[in-house]
């Protein structure tokens, strides 16, 4: 039987081969001790790049204030960035086009980083970088036997926002359980609005917004063949069937959905508190609410949230004193504010803002669980968003998409325990 330390390690020699003979684009110096010789901007300073995918505006700003405040700051190392959409993110990073096109720091969904980290693509920051005080499950998803492949960037979770406005005109209240969803979600669609929506995309967005259902119908991440799998997926064919939401949820991203809530046509909507700076500033007169995710078992959400990646053989010290600054409580506390996110250094988060809506995200994240985390999660989220997205659109029935998956499922935990 092939043991799992082999295949892993055979997985990062086919990816290099890969590199090289398809893309020819591999840092000739990459895996060694020494680090290598970069471009230098005219004034003499080392130049790095930085990826990363957040799609609103505001992020964008944010993340890229603190880099300008670094450029200024220091006259040694100057950080360029690059947007890279969400949907290509995974493969920009995997293949590369060449050494110039891999980035030396990547900004990354957190549920991903374990699966990269197996590669060999990630530096090895063990000893190199203090997270004593972080969240035990933000540490985590860097971490891959036992060795730290990255730094927590920051959490968040999805909870329920809903129109207060509506629902008082429909004489509803925020819904706490799924029967009560279906209801109210049902009383509040009609004149060009749906009462519930959430992204349903296929691939890890959509993934990140179904694992709620699933886990709170008392199903593991793993085992959506199962009662409570074939129930969470019973409940979106319900809402879609019944139109309390539309089928267009499958081609709507997180930013989609919010676009809708604020523009009226959604009720009520899955998403996380990062939404919440644009929607202020978007939707300043809006009366809008956020409580816990409707419950069936129990209460659940996902842990969402980024990492920091320093890519191996790239300009790691560079990259270390660059993430050194901008994990510094200064800030570490503007980005977590700008973006909405809770900071992954408990001390910071449970001195972080205390309004309501905030507290009800910091009540959430006592139900939030990880995605993985596992070498092999996107193959699984493959599977799993693939089977509510038929489920969605009619083309399989609950039972049929729920065993398709966990074949797939099945297959990639066998070989990943081998």
Known sequence: MVSKEWRKWFAAFLAVLCFVSVLAGCR??????????????????????????????????????????????????IVETRYVPFADFKKQLSIGA???????????????????????????????????????????SCTLDEKLYGVPFGVN???????????????CKAPATWEELKETALKLTGEGVTGLAFSALQNEEGTFNFMPWIWSAGAGAYEINSDGGIKALTLAKDLTESGAMSKECISWTQGDVMNQFISGNVAMMINGSWQIPTMEREAPGMNWKVSLIPQDKEYASALGGENYAVIAGGNEQAALKFLEYATAKEQLSYLTEAFGYLSADKKMADSGSKDEVMNIFMQELKYARVRGPLDEWPEVSDAISLAFNQVMTGEKEPQEAAKAAQNKIDKILKSSWQ
């Open 28 to 77: 000739p110096d990459a895996g060694k001790e020494t680090e290598p010789d970069r471009e230098r901007k005219d004034d003499g300073r080392q130049e790095i790049s930085l990826w990363y995918y957040w799609e609103t505006e505001s992020h964008q700003q944010a993340i890229d204030k603190v880099i300008r405040d670094y450029n200024a700051f220091q006259d040694e190392i």
């Open 157 to 171: 979770c999805l909870g329920l926002f809903y129109n207060q406005d509506l629902l008082a005109a429909a004489g």
């Open 98 to 140: 060449s050494a110039d096109e891999l980035p030396d720091i990547a900004i990354l969904d957190s549920a991903d980083h374990a699966s990269y980290a197996s590669m060999g693509i990630f530096a090895d920051l063990t000893g190199k970088f203090d997270t004593t005080g972080y969240y035990a499950q933000a540490v985590e």
